[in-house]
C-alpha cells in the first residue's frame, strides 16, 4: 500500500507536501472538444490544513492549467483572513514523492495565499478521500492510498 510520512515544517510548525496538480478528465475532455490546448500538470507546494473544509490554489495556478468553473454562481468562503466569493472548480492531484497516493476529482477554490511559499492548501475534503494519521510521538502525519 502506497504510503508517504511528513515530518513537521520547523519553518512553517505545519505539514507541508508537494503535489502535482492537473485538470480532471471530464475538465480535459471540455477543452479538447473546445478545440483547446490541455496544460500541463502543475507542481504545488501545499499547506496541508486538517481546519480547512475545501482545498483552496492560488489563482496563478488555476489559470496556469485552465480549470474551468463549474457554474457562473459563486461560493461564499470564510477563513481566518475573512470572507470572500470564489467560483468552484474541480482538479485532480497527486503526491509528487508517491503518485500512487492521488486524488482524481476535487473541489477547490480560488484563494489569497499572497506571496508566501504555498500554492495551495489542502483541505478536508481532500484528506477525507486518504487514509491519513498523526503521531504526536513522532510529529509525523501519514498518508496513505486507502
Known sequence: MSRIEIAVSPVYFGFIVNLRVDNTPAAKALLRSAGKP????VMA??????????????EDLIR???LPSRSAQTRLITTAGGEFHSPDYYAGISVVDDPEIAIP?????CLALGAGP???ILGMNALAQLNWSY?????RLTLQKP
Open 38 to 41: 490541455i496544460p500541463p500538470p
Open 45 to 58: 507546494t501545499a499547506l496541508i490544513d486538517t481546519g480547512a473544509s475545501i482545498c483552496g490554489v492560488k
Open 64 to 66: 496556469a492549467l485552465a
Open 105 to 109: 476529482f476535487v473541489r477547490v477554490c
Open 118 to 120: 504555498f500554492d495551495m
Open 135 to 139: 503521531s504526536r510521538a513522532t510529529q
